[in-house]
């Protein structure tokens, strides 16, 4: 499995970004995907993450500002990210937790990470 993230960036205060994330390669079942960020220092937490059949999940310091979907294919996920403040710093990885074939234990999947940045 190869996951491919876009949309980071440098944005100000109270602004927006889209984060994009599209899994590929071998793909027997998607269990969750999901967004997770590490800002210098600090240990990598869940930002949110959607399941198999839709359900959402999203750390408490992002409720109401994100928003995270999933094309109709299942195997991209987005994070809507409005109103950032500068605690949202950090760089952001796209989390596949699934199997890759039939044989395969269930495990994650990590993408290669992308920079948000929010100053002014």
């Known amino acids: 499995v190869q996951l491919q993230a876009s949309g980071g960036g440098l944005v100000q205060p109270g602004g927006s970004l889209r984060l994009s994330c599209t899994a590929s390669g071998r793909i027997y079942t998607i269990n969750a995907m999901g967004w997770y960020r590490q800002a210098p220092g600090k240990q990598r937490e869940l930002v949110a993450s959607i399941t198999r059949d839709g359900s959402t999940n999203y750390t408490d310091s992002v409720k109401g500002r994100f928003t995270i979907s999933r094309g109709s294919a299942k195997t991209t996920v987005y994070l809507q990210m409005n109103s950032l403040e500068p605690e949202d710093t950090a760089a952001y990885y796209c989390?596949?937790?699934?199997?890759?074939?039939?044989?395969?234990?269930?495990?994650?999947?990590w993408g290669q990470g992308t920079q948000v940045t929010v100053s002014s």
């Open positions: 989390n596949f937790y699934g199997k890759s074939t039939l044989f395969t234990k269930i495990d994650d999947y």
